[in-house]
């Protein structure tokens, strides 16, 4: 990373990354976009833009940015690909892209047949709800190598849940599905208690998403 370079973070949320970026690349500029800037500080107190953009439909000039950031915005569309690929025509040669998105495969080997299930219900019910396909960051990173992208590579991180920060978004999932997850995905309330009651619990370990990141560059022009 370079201090000229041009920065866009798409799916910015509350500005982390723009912020991140904007102390490395002093002499270039930062663009932060998302569909609602409602919880982006103030623009006196942040160096770098804020702008409402819909990934789906909105656009920026071809060769635009040096590197671009897309942090668990892909997996909720249902054309994550086609997007992805226009993205890429906003890179300008030489320039890198990296994607960060949630995977649910951690689940499948809980040793809690109950954490696992209700888990694995959660999951089935966000992609029933809105799209969301949890499982799509496991293929990473071929959708770079689709999208024409050189160099690219790939790695996962994974919190544990229990009473931990990871548990507490369980948690909170549980509270938001709790309708779906009993009424359409044969979880019951023993069930979804006993899940409830470890995520609270300082001595329960085990696993929920990955955060699984992939990158790659833009070929320059004697490298196409």
């Known amino acids: 990373m370079l201090p ?4 866009l973070d798409i799916g910015t949320g509350i500005g982390t990354v723009a912020t991140w970026l904007s102390r490395r690349c002093p002499d270039g500029r930062v663009v932060a976009t998302d569909r609602d800037c409602a919880l982006l500080p103030p623009a006196a107190e942040r160096d770098w833009e804020a702008l409402e ?3 789906t439909t909105d656009d920026f000039p071809n060769r635009s940015f040096d590197l671009i950031h897309i942090r668990w915005v892909l997996s909720h569309l249902r054309d994550r690909e086609a997007v992805l690929a226009r993205i890429v025509r906003w890179l300008a040669p030489g320039g890198w892209i990296l994607i960060q998105d949630l995977d649910r495969f951690p689940i499948a080997s809980s040793p809690d047949p109950v954490y696992r299930k209700v888990s694995e219900a959660m999951c089935d019910a966000v992609e029933a709800r809105i799209g969301t396909d949890t499982s799509w960051a496991r293929t990473f990173p071929a959708p770079l190598r689709r999208a024409g992208l050189v160099d690219v590579d ?8 229990g009473a931990t920060a990871m548990g507490r978004f369980w948690l909170g999932s549980t509270d938001q599905l709790r309708g779906d997850l009993l009424d359409q995905f ?17 001595s329960y370990r085990d696993f929920a998403l990955a955060s699984v990141a992939a990158w790659g560059r833009r070929p320059s022009p004697r490298h196409a």
Do not use: G
């Open 4 to 7: 000229h370079w041009r920065c």
């Open 53 to 55: 953009h819909d990934v």
């Open 186 to 202: 044969a979880v019951t309330e023993p069930e979804l208690k006993h899940v409830r009651e470890q995520m609270v619990n300082p």
């Open 154 to 161: 790939t790695e996962a991180h994974v919190a544990p849940t």
